[in-house]
């Protein structure tokens, strides 16, 4: 019997099983178990945020900008200009919350990745699981906040459908990297760094402005930033403005999740399974 233990205690944290157990759906399902406890206030201040910004600058400052050129030199109104970047700040800001703190609170303090790599589960399954749930939160905000592009006239091309799966894709690839960020966070002050480096992006990734207003090595290192690249993303199918240029943007973020998956596994596994 000891023999057959040690096998099965070397494979578990030597081979395939160590990594994955092919089950993220119940660390998805015990997050949403928890979520019926929480504040659905503090759920639903994401979902506003990005729709004060449009109501404030997409319609108030509009009347005063005018039309607004994109990269791909387009011209429309500055609401529809700034409407799908917010879609995609939206998506990034859902699966931030919750691939960030959250997972912070439950790698430092509730200790629950412990419990969950002591059953069958492997740190892939709870590296999976989490994004995914964390996708839940980004897919909820980008919902909403395009049924309110579309009531007010914002979405002008019928390809303004593939941005829900296309915001789908940048709330996975924030939330790998996310949380791969996150787990080697230790306090509290330590995730003041998380919102230094999105507010730039927010600022700065062509979402109020286009692109052409930097001076060209400013320019090159907003390109660099996933942001921006979800922002052209979206922007591109709202408007109906399609180029092979796009599936860059889509090559950026599958190369984003790739990294995120693999290093928060990797990260998990050496902390819990070392």
């Not at 200790?111 to 999976?128: F, R």
């Not at 090159?220 to 109906?240: K, S």
Request: hydrophobic share 55%.
């Amino acid at each position: 019997m000891t023999a057959v233990a040690d096998v099965e205690d070397t494979t578990r944290r030597g081979g395939v099983r160590a990594l994955w157990a092919g089950n993220p759906w119940s660390v998805v399902e015990r997050g949403l178990v928890a979520a019926r406890s929480s504040s659905w206030i503090v759920v639903l201040s994401g979902f506003f945020e990005p729709v004060f910004y449009l109501a404030s600058m997409g319609i108030g400052l509009g009347a005063l900008v005018g039309d607004v050129q994109t990269s791909q030199g387009v011209e429309v109104s500055y609401a529809a200009f700034i409407a799908p970047a917010l879609l995609a700040v939206s998506a990034m800001n859902g699966a931030i919350y919750d691939s960030t703190w959250n997972v912070f609170f439950k790698l430092n303090y509730g200790k629950l990745y412990e419990g969950m790599l002591s059953t069958s589960l492997g740190p892939l399954d709870v590296a999976l699981g989490e994004i995914l749930y964390a996708l839940l939160r980004g897919l909820l905000y980008a919902t909403g906040f395009m049924a309110i592009m579309q009531l007010a006239g914002l979405n002008l091309s019928w390809t303004a459908i593939l941005a829900l799966p296309a915001v789908l894709l940048i709330a996975f690839g924030f939330a790998s990297l996310g949380m791969a960020v996150t787990s080697y966070m230790k306090t509290f002050q330590h995730m003041d760094w998380i919102n230094f480096a999105l507010l730039p992006m927010f600022l700065f990734s062509a979402t109020f402005y286009p692109i052409a207003v930097y001076p060209e090595w400013v320019q090159q290192i907003v390109m660099a930033l996933p942001l921006w690249h979800g922002v052209e993303l979206v922007r591109g199918l709202t408007t109906g403005v399609l180029s092979a240029g796009l599936l860059w943007h889509v090559l950026y973020y599958v190369v984003m999740i790739a990294f995120g998956l693999v290093f928060t596994t990797k990260r998990l596994r050496a902390l819990f399974l070392g």
